[in-house]
């Protein structure tokens, strides 16, 4: 029996963000709903363009699509308004957590065109805390609660790869994205690894993504310190590939100067990359070290899943939730925590890879809808 495939429509993609993981997602959608044959427009932020995230994953594919402004402050009107002007029947907003919530006071108006609204951080993941903060949770939760009753939007839930769906919600796991075979990457990843290290065989711990302060590196660096020096044998490894903050810079060099002088050797790409190119960096590495200050899931769990390679996860405990069902090493946000887990990431087994998980069909579907559906 062949599939059906939904009516084809024009869909909005509305981002006014560019930073992190945001464009692939919008890369993503382009690319399925050009597949389907959709028309798809792109409402974004006026110097989008001029950004290294929209080089990297849009410009590819603009000459395929129509580009406008994204209307801010995006709300109900500004995003009926702009699907009226280019004729949409969807529209699809990737980070939509701020308007979603706003919408929670448009019960009563009819939005004539379909909504899908993605929620990146769920306020339950949240740990407990002041009663304010517990307070602008549970506020945003309802607001969301009220936003779902609204006709004609979807809220969807981002789930991280162990994260079970939410009952009676529509639910999108953030997915393993890649333009280039599974063995290609692990291809590239052995060629990667090779300019890593020259001749000995080094156990690497990595980092990736935008290395901000969130992601606490200095953090990182002081645990491998310990760790060399209770395994002064031991051939070590930190890899930083991604853009580094400016201001936390000068204190990551020191770090890792740090660590050459421990005889831990450092591999450093202070750049933008591609999503591809973070995949081969997951696959080139036999650890990702994620030490959090967040408790929200990071796409860099789901690449390490696939990819067959193991997880040091620091950070709160929802935050280590997300990460022990893959079989992370956690630990709590503290140096002497976090040096055990890369310990046991380092005596343990690499994990075995499993390149047909988290696919990207699920997390399209819920966002652009499902094929066959009218």
């Known amino acids: 029996m062949t599939k059906s495939v939904r009516p084809l429509s024009k869909v909005l993609i509305v981002e006014p963000r560019t930073s992190g993981h945001l464009l692939v997602y919008v890369r993503l959608l382009v690319d399925e709903a050009l597949r389907r044959g959709d028309e798809v427009v792109l409402a974004l932020a006026p110097n989008a363009s001029e950004t290294a995230e929209y080089a990297l994953h849009l410009a590819p594919v603009v000459d395929r699509v129509l580009v406008d402004v994204v209307a801010l402050p995006l709300t109900l009107r500004s995003l009926q308004d702009q699907a009226k002007k280019c004729d949409a029947n969807l529209v699809v907003v990737p980070h939509a957590d701020e308007v979603a919530s706003r919408l929670g006071l448009s019960i009563g108006q009819n939005p004539n065109v379909r909504l899908r609204l993605l929620i990146m951080r769920d306020p339950r993941w949240d740990e407990e805390g002041a009663w304010r903060h517990r307070a602008r949770r549970m506020l945003k939760l309802s607001m969301l609660g009220l936003a779902a009753k609204v006709r004609n939007v979807d809220i969807v839930w981002l789930k991280g790869p162990s994260h079970a769906n939410v009952e009676g919600s529509l639910a999108a796991v953030d997915p393993y994205v890649a333009t280039i075979s599974f063995e290609e990457t692990q291809s590239r990843a052995q060629t990667l690894r090779k300019a890593w290290e020259s001749v000995e065989p080094t156990f690497w711990f990595l980092i990736t ?65 591609t999503n591809d190119e973070m995949n081969i960096a997951v696959a080139a590495a036999d650890a990702v070290v994620m030490a959090y200050s967040t408790s929200a899931p990071n796409s860099t769990l789901g690449k390490a899943l696939v990819l067959g390679t193991s997880i040091v996860s620091a950070g709160s405990r929802t935050f280590q939730s997300h990460a022990a069902p893959l079989g992370a090493y956690t630990a709590d946000l503290e140096m002497e925590s976090l040096s055990q887990a890369m310990q046991a990431a380092k005596t343990a087994a690499r994990p075995v890879a499993r390149p047909s998980a988290l696919g990207t069909e699920s997390f399209t579907d819920a966002l652009l809808g499902h094929h066959g559906e009218n």
């Not at 993504?209 to 051939?235: M, T």
């Not at 936390?248 to 750049?271: K, Y």
């Open 209 to 273: 993504g935008a290395v901000s302060p969130r992601k606490n590196p200095s953090l990182i660096i002081n645990a491998l310190l310990d760790l060399k020096e209770r395994l002064p044998e031991a051939r070590l490894g930190l890899a930083i590939i991604g853009p580094c903050d400016p201001v936390l810079l000068p204190e990551i060099l020191d770090g890792l100067q740090s660590l050459e002088d421990a005889g831990v050797r450092t591999f450093v790409n202070n750049q933008h990359i």
